[in-house]
Nanobody, 122 residues
Framework: QVQLVESGGGLVQAGGSLRLSCAAS????????MAWFRQAPGKEREFVAQ????????NYADSVKGRFSISRDNAKNTVYLQMNSLKPEDTAVYFC???????????????WGQGTLVTVSS
């Protein structure tokens, strides 16, 4: 089993930056695809970014491409999401997830954190 804990959320102004961290415990994340999802009020949880195990293949949602960057440090058992040029539309609870497949579908992920709130003011 893998436990995931997100941190780094907060309030930022539009155009600002924020870095989210996802600390894993219980097992190494080196064999897992890691992903970030987000959920805004009244909306479904949506895919943001993913990074595969070993080869570090990366995929982003079109809405964040060019602004967000996902990375992983297997030695620290941690995944990051660097968010730049933030927009009010990015306001959401951000969730870290771990799974065995390289996929943007929620059901592909077996482990989830509790989420961290990101609020972007205009």
């Amino acid at each position: 089993q893998v436990q995931l804990v997100e941190s780094g959320g907060g309030l930022v102004q539009a155009g600002g930056s924020l870095r989210l961290s996802c600390a894993a415990s219980g097992r190494t994340i080196s064999t897992y695809t890691m992903a970030w999802f987000r959920q805004a009020p009244g909306k479904e949880r949506e895919f943001v970014a993913q990074i595969s195990s070993w080869t570090n293949n990366i995929n982003y949602a079109d809405s964040v491409k060019g602004r967000f960057s996902i990375s992983r440090d297997n030695a620290k058992n941690t995944v990051y999401l660097q968010m730049n040029s933030l927009k009010p539309e990015d306001t959401a609870v951000y969730f870290c997830a771990a799974g065995r497949m390289f996929s943007s579908v929620r059901s592909a992920y077996d482990y989830w954190g509790q989420g961290t709130l990101v609020t972007v003011s205009s």
